[in-house]
């Protein structure tokens, strides 16, 4: 069962509220499941990371919470919504996840965490286990999260602006950022 959507804002929690929701990974192992009954559902997850079932928005966020708790990508690249009974495969117009949140949190030991909320109240710290890349080239390259297994967050644009703000007054060169140890290069060549 997933956990209860954090706070609503970000800048609220403590670091070792951040701390405790980032380790709270009661999830299903959905990589283990391979159910014989296979097909499709009219499920979207839409570019701004709105989840809608038949063309209608799914409203109830404990709903979408529930859902992405069993979401996984397939290696020919189809997301699908897997249980030990069936592997539903549905349309993911980009990333099916969406940060729409970023704090910067200094730890005296380890230096700087840069720690999002998911569309989905999913706490990430980027870090080893959870990279931050640009695809695409020039001005037209997207920022990403990597969430887990092979499912990755589009950074909302605040997000990343606010991101790209910080990078860039800390910068040398090359522009980016050490979250949790880790420095991820944030610009792209032309």
Not at 43 to 65: F, K, M, N, Q, T
Not at 146 to 160: E, I, M, S
């Amino acid at each position: 069962m997933p956990s209860p959507a954090p706070s609503a804002d970000l800048a609220s929690l403590s670091l070792d509220a951040i701390a405790r929701l980032a380790q709270d990974k009661s999830l299903p192992p959905v990589e283990t499941w391979h159910p014989e009954r296979e097909g499709q559902i009219d499920i979207r997850i839409a570019r701004d990371g709105s989840w809608y079932h038949e063309g209608d928005p799914i409203s109830r966020p404990a709903l979408v919470r529930l859902f992405s708790t069993i979401l996984r990508r397939e290696p020919d690249g189809s997301h699908v919504l897997v249980t030990p009974a069936e592997k539903l495969t549905i349309e993911v117009e980009d990333a099916p996840f969406l940060a729409v949140e970023m704090k910067l949190v200094a730890d005296p030991g380890d230096g700087e965490r840069a720690v999002f909320r998911l569309n989905t109240g999913e706490i990430i710290v980027a870090g080893q286990e959870h990279a931050l890349e640009l695809r695409g080239d020039g001005d037209k390259a997207l920022p990403y999260l990597h969430v887990r297994g092979d499912l990755w967050a589009l950074l909302a644009r605040p997000v990343y602006y606010e991101l790209m703000e910080h990078a860039i007054q800390a910068a040398d060169h090359p522009i980016g950022i050490t979250s949790d140890g880790v420095f991820f290069p944030l610009e792209t060549t032309l």
